[in-house]
């Protein structure tokens, strides 16, 4: 049954393929087959079924049996975070409930396969700012901080290769920083950020020093904002004494 199934799965682009193919998993999964059974029938089916993300329904069916199988864990297993993942990408800020449950599955992706199947974290981040794209805006950047510093982190262990896409990520931590007015985290993190861009992807060198500079400036004006209430404070209670 295996062999029939991914015959049909190879045709996927013949929706009538995919289809039969989706219904002999189903099947087998329910145990209704007379080809097979869910005891000797090959768990990556499933995923590769879910793959085929034009039809929503039948993917997240596909996942929700995959699930329930004693699955190994291999890269299938990452390949269906991935598309449970995709699954969840919102459509606005109004979603904030969608889009958190799809950071936390690429986080449980992240956790499992990093130092297994690291040739995916790749392709697990670009799913990730996918998913984040809705928040990429001013009063929305700071909900990103957890999950962004984390995808930063992971590509850094793995040193991808792509240096202009995690410069691209780290200029993009720096402004979520800078949004949730963490001024001490900003500073720490452009630091080390700054080098990195600086020695590997110097045509974005600009867009971080530009940030850096908004940082220095807003701390100035936070530091002069504090100073002139300290003493304004100060002269009211200089004047209620004497009164």
Known sequence: MDLAVRERLLAAENVQALKNAYELIKSASQGKSALDSSDNFSTDLYVLCAEQLGYLEMSSDCLQMYFKTRFPVNQFLGRAYLCQGQLHTPLSTDNLVRNHEGCIILSQFLRVFLLRYYFLI????????????PYLKPGFRYCLIPSLSQIVKVLNQTEEQD???????????LECFLDASKLKEAKEFSSTAAIFIKENVP?????????????????????????????????????SVCL
């Open 203 to 239: 045509d974005k060198y600009s867009q971080i020093f530009s940030l850096m500079l908004h940082a220095v400036l807003f701390s100035f004006i936070l530091l002069h904002c504090l100073l002139s209430f300290s003493v304004h404070s100060q002269s009211l209670h200089f004047k």
């Open 122 to 133: 790749y392709n697990a981040s670009v799913l990730y700012w996918q998913l984040v794209r």
């Open 163 to 173: 240096n202009e896409w995690r410069a691209e990520l780290m200029i993009n931590l």
